[in-house]
């Protein structure tokens, strides 16, 4: 499984940007993708998830209202919308896939993208 993700950049707080992580390979070992980030000197956190199968979606607490993430299946590609950005969302963020269903542990998933860089700042 190879995940390639894409979309970051500078935006200013208040603005939008929207994420995207591409999955090709064995696509049909992955049941779940979930985005990641990690900010300089802290750990990796989950951000969201969704379930390919039903398009079942979760979202860290601290970041419900300012997310959505969706699946589109035909082009095996999955999403995440971020509005409303402050300078605590820069970050590296990352695309995983997991095997059986979404968590927020990052040692659940199995194959990871890259990262793009979000940058929030006037």
């Known amino acids: 499984v190879q995940l390639q993700a894409s979309g970051g950049g500078l935006v200013q707080p208040g603005g939008s940007l929207r994420l995207s992580c591409l999955v090709s390979?064995?696509?049909?070992?992955?049941?779940?993708i979930g985005w990641f980030r990690q900010a300089p000197g802290k750990e990796r956190e989950g951000v969201s998830c969704?379930?390919?199968?039903?398009?079942?979606?979760y979202y860290e607490d601290s970041l419900k209202g300012r997310l959505t993430i969706y699946r589109d299946k035909a082009k095996n590609t999955v999403y995440l919308q971020m509005h409303n950005l402050e300078p605590e969302d820069t970050a590296i963020y990352y695309c995983?896939?997991?095997?059986?269903?979404?968590?927020?542990?990052?040692?659940?998933?199995?194959?990871w993208g890259q990262g793009t860089l979000v940058t929030v700042s006037s």
């Open positions: 390979g064995s696509t049909l070992d992955v049941h779940a």
């Open positions: 969704i379930s390919i199968s039903d398009g079942s979606a």
């Open positions: 995983g896939a997991a095997p059986y269903y979404c968590s927020s542990f990052a040692s659940n998933y199995g194959f």
